[in-house]
């Protein structure tokens, strides 16, 4: 069955430093990968994808993200974290299928920057 | 540029009763999803128009949830009757491509449209 994995239900992280959202996928053949970000009352925006070429892919807002194949991961990553960071996290897989695609989102994670 | 549009923003009914939700992409856009988000879930997709062909709606629960989309533009989202479990908020996506995610590999979401069943 194809899935995703978001392992935390929230990350707490001080203002300043690197944080890190985690993911992982079960998906047969080569998965598209994205993150979204939902801030409160607000719909879904897209932040970053991987779809071939380099492992490390740069998004919105400082954001980037590592694919790695072999641990079926896709890990959200930020240097310097700010506490307008702070928002729901979802992972999503797209496997390609019929030449038409959807989005199979994680269950979210919460990130709080505090200052 | 106009963003997704969704109304009403927020619902709230009694179980058995009826709702009806309605979501106009982003100009251009042929590709048109909508998606249920329960509190706690990421959201799952209900359904995928491509102009007004469906794609996929494998996970509609057909006997109370159908949708339409008939001249390939705005889409309405219809729930009858209504159960408790449907409460939720229904986000309407739109994209650019077919499916969308070969060439800009992104949906537009709408704020959605938050329903409570009672």
């Known amino acids: 069955a194809q899935s995703v994995a978001q392992p935390e239900d929230q990350v707490n992280v001080a203002e300043g430093n690197p944080l890190t959202v985690k993911c992982t996928y079960s998906v047969s053949g080569n998965p598209y990968l994205f993150w979204y970000v939902q801030y409160p009352n607000r719909g879904l925006q897209f932040l970053l994808k991987?779809?071939?070429?380099?492992?490390l892919v740069k998004g919105s807002y400082g954001f980037e993200a590592e694919f790695n194949k072999s641990q079926t991961s896709f890990h959200l990553k930020k240097p310097s974290a700010l506490v307008s960071d702070s928002a729901l996290y979802f992972c999503a897989v797209s496997p390609f299928s019929g030449g038409y695609n959807k989005l199979i989102f994680g269950a979210g994670t919460r990130l709080a920057v505090h200052p | 540029e106009a963003g997704v549009a969704q109304s009403p923003r927020y619902k709230i009914i009694e179980k058995r009763q009826s709702v009806a939700f309605w979501c106009n992409p982003i100009?251009?856009?042929?590709?048109l999803y909508w998606y249920q988000q329960i509190l706690g879930q990421g959201p799952k997709l209900l359904i995928q128009?491509?102009?007004?062909?469906?794609?996929?709606d494998s996970q509609l629960p057909k006997d109370r949830f159908s949708a339409e989309r008939l001249k390939g533009v705005d889409s309405t989202l219809k729930i009858q009757p209504a159960k408790l479990e449907d409460s939720a908020v229904y986000l309407c996506a739109s994209s650019f491509r077919r499916g969308g995610l070969e060439k800009t590999g992104e949906l537009f979401f709408g704020e959605g449209s938050r329903l409570t069943v009672l």
């Open positions: 991987y779809i071939t070429g380099d492992n």
């Open positions: 128009f491509q102009n007004n062909g469906v794609v996929d």
């Open positions: 100009s251009g856009h042929a590709t």
